[in-house]
């Protein structure tokens, strides 16, 4: 009996490739002689482009072409495409390919240069000369409310978008409650940072007139069209082939990139295979970062602290342009509401333009601002009534008998926001147990006595998952009885080559070795939407487990006909079908060979296939219902999303007198329904968890008031070393499966960053007794804080100094808000 | 005006590889495209993130911070040149599978050189200094937990051999 593998740690098979230097990265691709691009980018963050010198540029030798706003035509002259045009986005602005007139961020494109080499590219963007005529920038939240200064002229208030939902009554329910509360939040912009940037490789076949383009992409059905769009050709010309990903966290889901349809267009005009690698300063200035938003919320609550009403208002940056619509400011506004179900909620938010760089989805994508938001309140309702915070929020959460649950709200995807599942209360009982939280106070005490200041948080989410509209799968049995699978979204480090095999491997009773999964082929499967959202498993997956049965049944119903057998009575185990309870079987290969009638014999296999060998003489070779082949192929588009949950929790330690923060535990209690591959899902949990210490303790993006971001580089930008992150990640699974799809899967892929803005703020807050509200937090801040905050300044200097001097920090104290509580 | 290049001999993974280059071409683009050896990838070419690393004379170096005409004359090993005689992956190649120590893989190859080296230094390393071999490398996918890992079965599996 072959053993299942779903639910099992299968090691990756894709490692085998990647350990060798073997992957094949976009910069690794090499289709014959290739030239190499190279972009001049604005150094201004708005201005009006007057006039661009490029005559000098064609005398540097090596140089092919050049091409700026005035050489592009048709479709490729019209702005970028506006990818999810929201109906609320009533103020969408999207870039040209090369801009025109006007410059909006520090590094928007300007003009393409295609050279021998990329060394001599960038030499000849140096000999660009461009006339600016300066225009004020609006840099940050604050700057874009005022308004003084527009980003676009016509723009009014540099709003893209207002939009309001509400559940109840909010207002009315805040002003008959018995206590009620304000919060002010703030939270910076980060970014996700793949440590491969964006690359593009195209070339052009002028005698078939296709063009086969290679781009590391979330996406790469979405960029076929794009390109075919732009470039003026059919579909069918086009094939997009998204190799190896050198790490994706949402920005390589936005698309067409400038570089994206550039490259293919100069492919094409100089008949050369041309080539674009993004350098790390140009991913800082001119990809897209996250996360920044200013957040007003007042809540209304009973004397348990049940809330009655919650009115949130809050104001997205979404940079410059807004081609990913208002996917971020949605998800933050719904996702909000996390495992808990106020009797009335309202949320408006206004998504605004700055002159800085877009703003697209980021891992969490709206989400850890939403748990921010809330999992805040949860603490400081639980303060202002002295209760635990975990009671709190246990007698708000959603019951595992409520389920599904519907918040009467509108999600993402524009349907109902309706829970599949979950066991809230559950996952309380465990995280609290994995953290130790109610050894905490005596945990404390100790730490107090040795002179020390330690912190718990606690901070719960729920994350939709595997949104729509849907993914397909090819699964195709070879002749040698090995299994080709197909699936059309991309992979950038998730090991879908594993997961997605051993849900085959299941299904088909084949070896796991003996299964091949391409994913981001356009040749392989055209239909696909893309990467993102946590949903590759819960979309592939399914449609992959649904081919592979399709292809299983064919495989039975031809088995039945050869071994004279009735289908009930066979299994597919070992490559083989079998007659249960006998030995007379038959070879998986084989039941391929039967069907598929051949003409032509080419060896002993397909001899047997020839229609001399299969077959009714009395009947069509092939059945009029029926097709050549032992395939199967179907496509899983699901009614809604899945919600996968979860808790962290932490334990973090603030020095007395530097005020830097360690983190002494960090706990991760998680649900994403039945797990493919544990060890898969527990390397996303850590990957997430790393990504949200930086995020919260060390990462910002520092522009200053002329937009220019000061710190476009990793020496600059402080992403966590191994020595940032915790020592161990606890992790504690609990499944409760989805009964959305065949599988019971949710996707697992962003969890592990949503809580960790919401539980460093809560451990630091307790820690140290007063609120944190903005965030990242850096030790120079929170010793500013402390220092306003005097009273707890005092008991701190006893502690004898570990470094000899402390910096006096800038005062950024400003950030954080008080908390203003009202009771009745 | 034609820009002047200089033939420089490379020995990587004990091949050898006549190229002529620019005084200017970094190591990294030298053993990428004009050796062919793709495994040692660019991930900020300015020296923070170690995804170039590969070892020059035995020794962890950054291979987008050299110039390649002075590698010249210099044993280079990279990622492609970790595998066992036969084939196989060694120590730590395999360690970083059986682990999960990666996941999209940029990282890896700086990684794994890194470790090559560290181990060669430090065969037996605690936890901690498990942890401090690789604190100078960049990975944005794995959190670290799963390298630290598999250091110290890296060095279970050296130790063993
Ligand atoms: S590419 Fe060399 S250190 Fe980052
Ligand atoms: S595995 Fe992706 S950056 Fe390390």
């Given at each position: 009996m072959t053993t299942k593998l779903f639910g099992t740690k299968v090691n990756r098979v894709e490692d085998q490739r990647f350990l060798r230097g073997r992957g094949r990265y976009v910069d690794d691709v090499l289709p014959g002689p290739t030239l190499h691009a190279a972009v001049l980018r604005s150094p201004h963050a708005h201005a009006r482009i007057r006039a661009i010198d490029v005559d000098a540029v064609l005398d540097i030798e090596g140089v092919h072409a050049v091409w700026t706003y005035d050489d592009l035509t048709g479709a490729m002259a019209e702005p970028l495409p506006l990818l999810i045009p929201h109906p609320?986005?009533?103020h969408g602005r999207t870039q040209y390919a090369l801009a025109k007139d006007e410059v909006n961020y520090v590094g928007e494109a300007i003009a393409f240069v295609v050279a021998e080499d990329r060394y001599v590219a960038e030499d000849a963007l140096s000999a660009i000369v461009v006339d600016y005529e300066f225009l004020p920038p609006v840099v940050g939240i604050a700057a874009a409310r005022a308004a003084t200064n527009l980003v676009h002229d016509d723009v009014p208030g540099n709003v893209g978008a207002r939009m309001e939902q509400e559940n109840g009554d909010a207002r009315a329910a805040i002003a008959a409650a018995p206590h009620t509360l304000t919060l002010d939040l703030d939270i910076e912009r980060s970014a996700c940072m793949p440590m491969e940037g964006r690359g593009t490789v195209a070339r052009w076949d002028p005698d078939s007139a296709r063009l086969q383009v290679w781009t590391s992409t979330q996406t790469s059905t979405g960029v076929r069209a794009a390109v075919a769009a732009k470039l003026g050709l059919d579909l069918g010309q086009v094939d997009v082939i998204t190799p190896d990903v050198g790490g994706g966290f949402g920005v390589k889901i936005n698309h067409p990139w400038p570089e994206e349809l550039l490259v293919p267009l100069a492919a094409r005009t100089l008949g050369r295979p041309v080539k674009f690698t993004e350098d790390r300063r140009e991913h800082f200035i001119s990809s897209a970062h996250e996360r920044a938003q200013v957040q007003h919320i007042e809540v209304g609550y009973d004397d348990e602290g049940r809330i009655l009403g919650l009115d949130v208002e809050f104001w997205h940056d979404h940079g410059a342009y807004t081609p990913y619509g208002l996917i971020v400011p949605i998800i933050t506004s719904t996702q909000l509401l996390g495992p808990y179900k106020p009797a009335n909620y309202r949320v408006v938010f206004e998504s605004l333009y700055t002159n800085t760089v877009m703003v697209t989805p980021y891992r969490g994508a709206g989400r850890p601002q939403g748990c921010y938001a809330m999992e805040r309140t949860m603490d400081a309702i639980a303060k202002d009534l002295g209760k635990d915070r975990t009671e709190v929020r246990a007698v708000n959460f959603i019951q595992p008998d409520e389920f599904p649950y519907e918040h009467g709200l509108v999600f993402q995807d524009g349907r109902p926001l309706t829970y599949d599942s979950g066991d809230y209360p559950a996952s309380l009982e465990k995280i609290k147990k994995l953290v130790g939280w109610d050894e905490f106070e005596q945990f404390r005490a100790e730490m107090a006595a040795e002179g020390r200041r330690v912190g718990i948080g606690l901070a719960c989410y729920v994350e939709g998952t595997g949104v729509g509209p849907y993914e397909g799968a090819h699964v195709h049995i070879e002749t040698s009885g090995k299994v080709k699978v197909a699936t059309g979204l991309t992979t950038q480090g998730q090991g879908h080559a594993t997961a997605f095999a051993q849900i085959v491997a299941d299904e088909l009773g084949v070896r796991f070795e003996d299964v091949e999964v391409v994913t981001g082929d356009t040749r392989r499967m055209p239909y696909a939407v893309g990467t993102f959202a946590s949903r590759a498993a819960v979309m592939s997956g399914s449609a992959i487990h649904l081919a592979a049965k399709r292809a299983k049944e064919k495989a039975l119903r031809i088995a039945a006909d050869a071994l004279e057998a009735s289908v009930e009575d066979l299994e597919l185990a070992e490559g083989k079908v079998t007659v249960r309870g006998t030995d007379t079987s038959i070879d998986l290969g084989t039941v391929a060979v039967l069907s598929n009638p051949l003409r032509y014999a080419f060896d002993e296999a397909s001899k047997a296939a020839t229609q001399f060998s299969v077959g009714d003489p009395g009947k069509p070779p092939v059945a009029e219902d029926d097709e050549p082949g032992l395939e199967g192929k179907d496509f899983y588009s699901p009614e809604r999303s899945t919600f996968a949950s979860g808790m962290h929790a932490v334990i973090v330690e603030t020095d007395p007198l530097t005020a830097e923060i360690r983190i002494l535990k960090y706990a991760v209690v998680h649900d994403c329904?039945?797990?493919?591959n544990p060890m898969i899902v527990e390397g996303q949990i850590h990957g997430g968890v790393a990504q949200g210490v930086g995020g919260a303790l060390y990462e910002r993006m520092a522009y200053d008031e002329s937009g220019q971001l000061l710190n476009a580089s990793f020496m600059d930008f402080l992403m966590p070393y191994a020595s940032e992150v915790p020592e161990s990640i606890d992790i504690d699974h609990l499944e409760t499966p989805s009964p959305l799809n065949p599988l019971g899967i949710k996707g697992a892929g962003e969890a592990g960053v949503i809580p960790s803005a919401a539980v460093f703020a809560a451990a630091i807050e307790d820690a140290e007794g007063f609120p944190i509200t903005a965030m990242p937090i850096s030790p120079s801040e929170l010793f500013a804080l402390r220092k306003r905050h005097a009273p707890v300044v005092?008991?701190?200097?006893?502690r004898p100094s570990r470094n000899s001097s402390v910096e006096e920090p800038r005062d950024e104290a400003s950030r954080n808000h008080p908390t203003r509580s009202t009771d009745r | 005006m034609t820009e002047e290049t200089h033939d420089v001999r490379l020995h990587v993974n004990g091949a050898t590889y006549d190229v002529s280059v620019p005084p200017r071409r970094l190591l990294s683009d030298a053993l990428r495209h004009d050796c062919g050896l793709t495994g040692t990838h660019v991930g900020c070419e300015h020296g923070v993130c170690g995804a170039c690393t590969v070892l020059v004379d035995g020794r962890p170096t950054r291979s987008c911070l050299m110039f390649a005409v002075s590698a010249q004359d210099t044993e280079i090993t990279t990622v492609e040149g970790l595998t066992n005689p036969d084939g196989s992956l060694g120590p730590v190649q395999q360690a970083f599978l059986e682990c999960h120590g990666?996941?999209?893989?940029?990282?890896t190859p700086g990684f794994l050189t890194t470790i090559t080296a560290g181990l060669a230094e430090n065969p037996s390393p605690t936890r901690d200094e498990a942890r401090e071999m690789i604190a100078g490398n960049l990975c944005?996918?794995?959190?670290y937990q799963n390298i630290v890992k598999a250091v110290e079965r890296a060095a279970e599996l050296g130790s063993a051999t």
């Amino acid at each position: 009996m072959t053993t299942k593998l779903f639910g099992t740690k299968v090691n990756r098979v894709e490692d085998q490739r990647f350990l060798r230097g073997r992957g094949r990265y976009v910069d690794d691709v090499l289709p014959g002689p290739t030239l190499h691009a190279a972009v001049l980018r604005s150094p201004h963050a708005h201005a009006r482009i007057r006039a661009i010198d490029v005559d000098a540029v064609l005398d540097i030798e090596g140089v092919h072409a050049v091409w700026t706003y005035d050489d592009l035509t048709g479709a490729m002259a019209e702005p970028l495409p506006l990818l999810i045009p929201h109906p609320t986005l009533t103020h969408g602005r999207t870039q040209y390919a090369l801009a025109k007139d006007e410059v909006n961020y520090v590094g928007e494109a300007i003009a393409f240069v295609v050279a021998e080499d990329r060394y001599v590219a960038e030499d000849a963007l140096s000999a660009i000369v461009v006339d600016y005529e300066f225009l004020p920038p609006v840099v940050g939240i604050a700057a874009a409310r005022a308004a003084t200064n527009l980003v676009h002229d016509d723009v009014p208030g540099n709003v893209g978008a207002r939009m309001e939902q509400e559940n109840g009554d909010a207002r009315a329910a805040i002003a008959a409650a018995p206590h009620t509360l304000t919060l002010d939040l703030d939270i910076e912009r980060s970014a996700c940072m793949p440590m491969e940037g964006r690359g593009t490789v195209a070339r052009w076949d002028p005698d078939s007139a296709r063009l086969q383009v290679w781009t590391s992409t979330q996406t790469s059905t979405g960029v076929r069209a794009a390109v075919a769009a732009k470039l003026g050709l059919d579909l069918g010309q086009v094939d997009v082939i998204t190799p190896d990903v050198g790490g994706g966290f949402g920005v390589k889901i936005n698309h067409p990139w400038p570089e994206e349809l550039l490259v293919p267009l100069a492919a094409r005009t100089l008949g050369r295979p041309v080539k674009f690698t993004e350098d790390r300063r140009e991913h800082f200035i001119s990809s897209a970062h996250e996360r920044a938003q200013v957040q007003h919320i007042e809540v209304g609550y009973d004397d348990e602290g049940r809330i009655l009403g919650l009115d949130v208002e809050f104001w997205h940056d979404h940079g410059a342009y807004t081609p990913y619509g208002l996917i971020v400011p949605i998800i933050t506004s719904t996702q909000l509401l996390g495992p808990y179900k106020p009797a009335n909620y309202r949320v408006v938010f206004e998504s605004l333009y700055t002159n800085t760089v877009m703003v697209t989805p980021y891992r969490g994508a709206g989400r850890p601002q939403g748990c921010y938001a809330m999992e805040r309140t949860m603490d400081a309702i639980a303060k202002d009534l002295g209760k635990d915070r975990t009671e709190v929020r246990a007698v708000n959460f959603i019951q595992p008998d409520e389920f599904p649950y519907e918040h009467g709200l509108v999600f993402q995807d524009g349907r109902p926001l309706t829970y599949d599942s979950g066991d809230y209360p559950a996952s309380l009982e465990k995280i609290k147990k994995l953290v130790g939280w109610d050894e905490f106070e005596q945990f404390r005490a100790e730490m107090a006595a040795e002179g020390r200041r330690v912190g718990i948080g606690l901070a719960c989410y729920v994350e939709g998952t595997g949104v729509g509209p849907y993914e397909g799968a090819h699964v195709h049995i070879e002749t040698s009885g090995k299994v080709k699978v197909a699936t059309g979204l991309t992979t950038q480090g998730q090991g879908h080559a594993t997961a997605f095999a051993q849900i085959v491997a299941d299904e088909l009773g084949v070896r796991f070795e003996d299964v091949e999964v391409v994913t981001g082929d356009t040749r392989r499967m055209p239909y696909a939407v893309g990467t993102f959202a946590s949903r590759a498993a819960v979309m592939s997956g399914s449609a992959i487990h649904l081919a592979a049965k399709r292809a299983k049944e064919k495989a039975l119903r031809i088995a039945a006909d050869a071994l004279e057998a009735s289908v009930e009575d066979l299994e597919l185990a070992e490559g083989k079908v079998t007659v249960r309870g006998t030995d007379t079987s038959i070879d998986l290969g084989t039941v391929a060979v039967l069907s598929n009638p051949l003409r032509y014999a080419f060896d002993e296999a397909s001899k047997a296939a020839t229609q001399f060998s299969v077959g009714d003489p009395g009947k069509p070779p092939v059945a009029e219902d029926d097709e050549p082949g032992l395939e199967g192929k179907d496509f899983y588009s699901p009614e809604r999303s899945t919600f996968a949950s979860g808790m962290h929790a932490v334990i973090v330690e603030t020095d007395p007198l530097t005020a830097e923060i360690r983190i002494l535990k960090y706990a991760v209690v998680h649900d994403c329904g039945h797990l493919i591959n544990p060890m898969i899902v527990e390397g996303q949990i850590h990957g997430g968890v790393a990504q949200g210490v930086g995020g919260a303790l060390y990462e910002r993006m520092a522009y200053d008031e002329s937009g220019q971001l000061l710190n476009a580089s990793f020496m600059d930008f402080l992403m966590p070393y191994a020595s940032e992150v915790p020592e161990s990640i606890d992790i504690d699974h609990l499944e409760t499966p989805s009964p959305l799809n065949p599988l019971g899967i949710k996707g697992a892929g962003e969890a592990g960053v949503i809580p960790s803005a919401a539980v460093f703020a809560a451990a630091i807050e307790d820690a140290e007794g007063f609120p944190i509200t903005a965030m990242p937090i850096s030790p120079s801040e929170l010793f500013a804080l402390r220092k306003r905050h005097a009273p707890v300044v005092e008991e701190v200097a006893q502690r004898p100094s570990r470094n000899s001097s402390v910096e006096e920090p800038r005062d950024e104290a400003s950030r954080n808000h008080p908390t203003r509580s009202t009771d009745r | 005006m034609t820009e002047e290049t200089h033939d420089v001999r490379l020995h990587v993974n004990g091949a050898t590889y006549d190229v002529s280059v620019p005084p200017r071409r970094l190591l990294s683009d030298a053993l990428r495209h004009d050796c062919g050896l793709t495994g040692t990838h660019v991930g900020c070419e300015h020296g923070v993130c170690g995804a170039c690393t590969v070892l020059v004379d035995g020794r962890p170096t950054r291979s987008c911070l050299m110039f390649a005409v002075s590698a010249q004359d210099t044993e280079i090993t990279t990622v492609e040149g970790l595998t066992n005689p036969d084939g196989s992956l060694g120590p730590v190649q395999q360690a970083f599978l059986e682990c999960h120590g990666l996941q999209c893989g940029f990282c890896t190859p700086g990684f794994l050189t890194t470790i090559t080296a560290g181990l060669a230094e430090n065969p037996s390393p605690t936890r901690d200094e498990a942890r401090e071999m690789i604190a100078g490398n960049l990975c944005r996918c794995t959190g670290y937990q799963n390298i630290v890992k598999a250091v110290e079965r890296a060095a279970e599996l050296g130790s063993a051999t």
